[in-house]
């Protein structure tokens, strides 16, 4: 087992369907009240708050409806429904006697600005008031193209949200192996890794019949985390794999964390492009200096975009910075390649003196631009 270290003062725990149910499917309330034991003595040994990110809603609705597998969306969204009161309750019972508050998100929490700073002020008030918040994907209301789509993502953005010091992970296997260990009896587990991209490839499909969730979305979600500066780990071991934490022990796999990024960059960085830009080798050399874009350094647009839209800046075919843009794609094509000086005469009106403002933008690696 690995060493465990870290001076956590905030701690996001998801726990998956897998994790709280039997091989039926249904809430087995002994794996319930072992997570909650090793989260509060976890969070009593490193003198941190603790939050939890619970997925199970469904199978407790699939339960108590008698509903048999496969469900329609309005069968899962009736499911969801009944099964978060169910699902609340239990936790309510296994953390007691301290308060729960129960937080639903949407994708739309995290991409909309104003609705993100809502969440984290229930967040943040849940905490300082003594309560553990579980939080869950308002799957009841809930469609494809509305969905963060899985809790190990909505995992780091409630980290980022809390502005959590780890992000944890449990999981049905004690980390991540360079093959599947289910197939391979010779897998070895990888303790720590320093760089997602270089073991992206070794991460399976999805792991149980009962989650939605695999190898491959807690990846996805220790990138997101890591890259905000938020150590994360993906550990086995259920409660138990809790407790060895708090005593130093790791049963699975760190993540290393990044240099920290400030939240609403952090938040900049995951939002949908509506289009991009593409920009000259002057406004890169300002973009890298710390410097807002200005018109004069755009030379191509492409797709349509409206104010306030996140679009993604590109130099010589690659990503370099992704900003909310001060105007839209109709108004830029005019103005591109011009001085600001200019911008009044052309459009009849200058809101802004820079396309995106310093402070709404983040420079990112160089990745290829499709």
Same mark, same amino acid.
């Given at each position: 087992?690995?060493?465990?270290?870290?001076?956590?003062?905030?701690?996001?725990?998801?726990?998956?369907?897998?994790?709280?149910?039997?091989?039926?499917?249904?809430?087995?309330?002994?794996?319930?009240?072992?997570?909650?034991?090793?989260?509060?003595?976890? /969070?009593?040994?490193?003198?941190?708050?603790?939050?939890?990110?619970?997925? %199970?809603?469904?199978?407790?609705?699939?339960?108590?409806?008698?509903?048999?597998?496969?469900?329609?969306?309005?069968?899962?969204?009736?499911?969801?429904?009944?099964?978060?009161?169910?699902?609340?309750?239990?936790?309510?019972?296994?953390?007691?006697?301290?308060?729960?508050?129960?937080?639903?998100?949407?994708?739309?929490?995290?991409?909309?600005?104003?609705?993100?700073?809502?969440?984290?002020?229930?967040?943040?008030?849940?905490?300082?008031? #003594?309560?553990?918040?579980?939080?869950?994907?308002?799957?009841?209301?809930?469609?494809?193209?509305?969905?963060?789509?899985?809790?190990?993502?909505?995992?780091?953005?409630?980290?980022?949200?809390?502005?959590?010091?780890?992000?944890?992970?449990?999981?049905?296997?004690?980390?991540?192996?360079?093959?599947?260990?289910?197939?391979?009896? #010779?897998?070895?587990?990888?303790?720590?890794?320093?760089?997602?991209?270089?073991?992206?490839?070794?991460? /399976?499909?999805?792991?149980?019949?009962?989650?939605?969730? #695999?190898?491959?979305?807690?990846?996805?979600?220790?990138?997101?985390?890591?890259?905000?500066?938020?150590?994360?780990?993906?550990?086995?071991?259920?409660?138990?794999?809790?407790?060895?934490?708090?005593?130093?022990?790791?049963?699975?796999?760190?993540?290393?964390?990044?240099?920290?990024?400030?939240?609403?960059?952090?938040?900049?960085?995951?939002?949908?492009?509506?289009?991009?830009?593409?920009?000259?080798?002057?406004?890169?050399?300002? +973009?890298?200096?710390?410097?807002?874009?200005?018109?004069?350094?755009?030379?191509?647009?492409?797709?349509?975009?409206?104010? /306030?839209?996140?679009?993604?800046?590109?130099?010589?075919?690659?990503?370099?910075?992704? /900003?909310?843009?001060?105007? %839209?794609?109709?108004?830029?094509?005019?103005?591109?390649?011009?001085?600001?000086?200019?911008?009044?005469?052309? +459009? #009849?009106?200058?809101?802004?003196?820079?396309?995106?403002?310093?402070?709404?933008?983040?420079?990112?690696?160089?990745?290829?631009?499709?």
């Amino acid at each position: 087992m690995a060493s465990s270290s870290g001076n956590w003062q905030r701690i996001v725990i998801k726990v998956g369907t897998s994790s709280l149910t039997d091989e039926s499917g249904r809430i087995f309330p002994p794996k319930m009240w072992a997570i909650a034991r090793g989260a509060q003595v976890l /969070g009593q040994r490193k003198k941190a708050k603790v939050v939890l990110v619970s997925s %199970g809603a469904g199978a407790a609705g699939r339960e108590r409806l008698g509903l048999k597998l496969p469900l329609t969306l309005p069968d899962k969204q009736a499911a969801a429904a009944v099964g978060q009161t169910l699902l609340m309750l239990d936790w309510s019972r296994a953390l007691a006697p301290l308060p729960i508050a129960q937080i639903l998100l949407s994708a739309s929490d995290i991409q909309d600005r104003e609705r993100y700073v809502n969440a984290k002020n229930a967040l943040e008030a849940s905490l300082q008031l #003594g309560a553990i918040p579980i939080i869950n994907e308002n799957d009841s209301v809930a469609t494809a193209e509305i969905k963060v789509g899985d809790n190990d993502t909505l995992s780091a953005w409630t980290a980022y949200l809390i502005g959590a010091d780890a992000l944890i992970i449990l999981t049905d296997v004690d980390g991540l192996y360079d093959s599947d260990p289910r197939s391979n009896p #010779g897998a070895k587990r990888i303790d720590t890794v320093s760089d997602i991209t270089e073991i992206e490839a070794v991460a /399976g499909s999805a792991g149980s019949s009962r989650g939605t969730g #695999g190898m491959v979305t807690k990846l996805r979600a220790a990138r997101i985390a890591t890259e905000a500066g938020i150590e994360t780990l993906v550990i086995g071991g259920g409660g138990a794999g809790l407790e060895a934490l708090a005593e130093g022990d790791l049963w699975g796999t760190r993540f290393l964390a990044k240099a920290h990024t400030p939240a609403r960059k952090a938040w900049l960085t995951q939002q949908a492009s509506k289009g991009s830009i593409a920009i000259d080798a002057g406004a890169f050399k300002a +973009l890298k200096t710390g410097r807002s874009l200005l018109p004069k350094g755009i030379v191509e647009i492409e797709k349509s975009f409206d104010f /306030g839209d996140a679009i993604a800046v590109t130099f010589e075919r690659r990503l370099v910075a992704q /900003g909310l843009s001060n105007y %839209g794609s109709e108004s830029l094509r005019r103005i591109m390649g011009k001085h600001t000086g200019e911008i009044s005469k052309i +459009l #009849g009106y200058k809101d802004y003196d820079e396309v995106i403002h310093r402070d709404n933008l983040v420079v990112l690696e160089g990745k290829k631009s499709s």
